[in-house]
Structures are given as C-alpha cells and as structure tokens.
C-alpha cells in the first residue's frame, strides 16, 4: 500500500507544535494528524482556527504506546513524521526527571521503532522519499563562556539538565537509527523559541504575564546567563525547508543570530508593557523584577552557528528581536481568553509549589 499525502505530527498541540501546524496547513498541502497526549503543556485551543479545515485531524495519545503508534502509522501511512512531543521544560525536569526519560527517550525509541517497522514494508520508491525529522534543542552541546565560539554541528554533546540529557539521549537514538538501519531521519537543534501559544512557565510569557497582574517577575541568579532567541514562525519555516531539502542523515543548527541576557529580555518586556500598559498594579513594571536563587546547573549561555542551514537550505530569520517580542507581547495581551485558560488548575499548582522552594 502506498504512502499517503499526510505528515504525522508528534506532540502538535503544544507552543511550537501548534505554530508550525497552523503555518503548515496556510502553506502547505499535505494533511496533518496530530498525535498528542495533552500533557498540561498541551491545549488544544491553539489548534482551534483549523480544527474543522479538511487537511487537519487530531488523535490522542501517547508517543510511548507502540500499539497505537504501530497502527496509527499502518492505517494513515504518512510520508512523513515530523517528532515534537516532549516534556520540554528544564526546571520540571529538575524537580521530576522521569517524565522526561519516559517520553523523550522512551516515546522517541517508540517512535523510531514503529517508523522502523512500518518504512520497511513501504515500496522501494517510497522508503527513498519518507522522512523522520525530530526535532531538538542547542541545549545538548551544554553551555559556553563569554567568549566560546557558537554550537555547531560538529560540537561534542555535553546536556547538563536532565531535560538536556533526554534529548541528547533521544538525538543519538536517531542517529542511531539511520547509521544502523538506514532510516530517512533529519535532526534539528534549535535555540529558545518565543510567540503567541508559548506555556508561561517558560520566560518570556511569565515575565509578561506577572508584570501586567503586579507579581514578582523572578530572574535565576544574576540575570546574566544568555540565550539565542528566534520567533517561533521562524523556527516553523526552517523546519519546513529541512523536511523537503534537508540532506538525509544530517543535523541542521537553528538560531536567531540574536544573544540576550536574561535581565535585557525581562527589561524590554517591562518598557514595553509601560508603554501599552501604563495603568497596570505596578508602573513602571521593573519595580517588580525580583532576584531569586539560581537554577541548579543553570547554563550559562547558548549561542548557535548556523552558517550550514543558511549556506545549504538557504533559511534566515526574518523576524528581528524588537518587531517579534513586540507582537508576542500584543499577542498576549489581546489573547485574555487563552491566557485564562492555561493559568487556571494545574499551571497555579506547579507555580505555587515551584517558586515556594
Ligand atoms: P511544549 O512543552 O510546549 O509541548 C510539548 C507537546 O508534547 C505538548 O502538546 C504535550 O502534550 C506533548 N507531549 C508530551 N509528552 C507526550 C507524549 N508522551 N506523547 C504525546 N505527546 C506528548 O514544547 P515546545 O516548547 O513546543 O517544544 C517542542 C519540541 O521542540 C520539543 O521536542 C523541544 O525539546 C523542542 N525545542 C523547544 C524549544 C523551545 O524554545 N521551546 C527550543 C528548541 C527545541
Ligand atoms: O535553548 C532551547 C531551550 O529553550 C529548549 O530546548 C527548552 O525546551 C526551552 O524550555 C528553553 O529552555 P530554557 O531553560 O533556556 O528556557 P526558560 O524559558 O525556562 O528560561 C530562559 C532563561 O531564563 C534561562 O536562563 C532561565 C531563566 N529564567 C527562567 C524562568 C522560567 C529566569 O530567570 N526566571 C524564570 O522564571
């Protein structure tokens, strides 16, 4: 039986899952289904604009059950699996790594094993099309001092969370599997990501979020760990390119080019908000930073070298840090609804337990 015009997307429902879906389907014109199994950091909300469009189906479910995943793949045939499920936040993974070891490794050995199985029984002409793209973070090549050169391709793995450590686990699992049993796979690795749908108990949402309701907005240690920040559709696109040009086997390096510290972020969100907020509890909003106890083996800084896709895929960022953090601001503001939504129930517990240590 032949492959079908259709990608299965793994863990579609949350931050940058949900972008890349909605950019896929205005651009696009293969069918999505997208296996998620709404952890908290899934919400089905953000997938509501294309939640009745022809090209889109949801199925939910657990990457790491190897029945539905065997028979989803053997009843949909996709050309493709585009893998983001993941349990992707460092703190949790400091508080409670198992989750991190069951779905990252876990569901990605799972997940390779059952494409295994099922790209093996595609006709000769098909297995050479199909593609496995997994998609992974800069945090595996660990941290850099001031000076170092940015990660490339090439720089030995060193994760230093147990978030890192799952994906770095998972990254060789893939490389294992095209070295070993030739499967199509494409890896990316990717630095921090902001925009609309992002869970806010990453940076830049909880910053925005606290500062309009007056709560402390809490910076780990001396706010001067640095990141490498991309707006979220930027991230997409690459994908994208990588999944219909990438060389197969390969990994691609994903940045924005665009190095902060913490502190500089938490400061432009605060002149931003007093300028479109000006009647919020606490004006200006920077009376509310609050230094907090650091994270355990905080990194000090990302920065990511992405001369291999700009030269081969020709990809760039197109959004620059002041438009992009400007429109996720307004993204957030103008969004009340969703922001509700995710802050109720479990997000509040976690919260309450997290920043009570
Ligand atoms: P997220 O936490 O917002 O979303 C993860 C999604 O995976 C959720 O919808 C969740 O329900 C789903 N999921 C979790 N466990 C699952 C399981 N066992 N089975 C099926 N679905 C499951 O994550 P994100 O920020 O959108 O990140 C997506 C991917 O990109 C992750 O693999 C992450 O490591 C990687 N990444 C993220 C960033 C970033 O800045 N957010 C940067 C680079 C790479
Ligand atoms: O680099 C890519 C990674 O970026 C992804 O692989 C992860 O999935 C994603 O969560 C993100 O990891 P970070 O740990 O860099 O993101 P986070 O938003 O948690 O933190 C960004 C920086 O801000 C980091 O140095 C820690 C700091 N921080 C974070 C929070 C939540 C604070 O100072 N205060 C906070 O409350």
Redesign the pocket.
Known sequence: MNMRNLILV????????SNFILQWIEQESSLVLN?????Y???PRNLESVAAHPAYRFQQ????DRDLVGSLLQRERPRAIV???????VDRSIHGPDDFV???VN?TFSLLEEARAYWSSLPEAERDTFRFLH????EVYGSLGPDDAAFSETTPYAPNSPYSAS?AASDHLVRAYHRTYGLPTLTT?????YGPY??PE?LIPLIVLNACGGKPLPVYGDGQNVRDWLYVED?CRAIRIVLSEGRVGDTYNIGGCNEKKNLEIVDTICELLDELRPNDPVVPHRNLIAFVKDRPGHDRRYAMDTRKIERELHWRPKETFETGIRKTVNWYLQHEDWVQDVTSGGYRQWIAKHYST
């Open positions: 793994t863990g579609g429902a949350g931050f940058i899952g296996l998620d199994k709404l952890t950091a899934g919400n479910g657990d990457i790491v893998h983001f499920a993941a349990e992707s936040h069951r779905t990252n569901g998609v992974s973070t800069d994906k690795n990717c630095s921090n990501n992002q869970f990453k991230h």
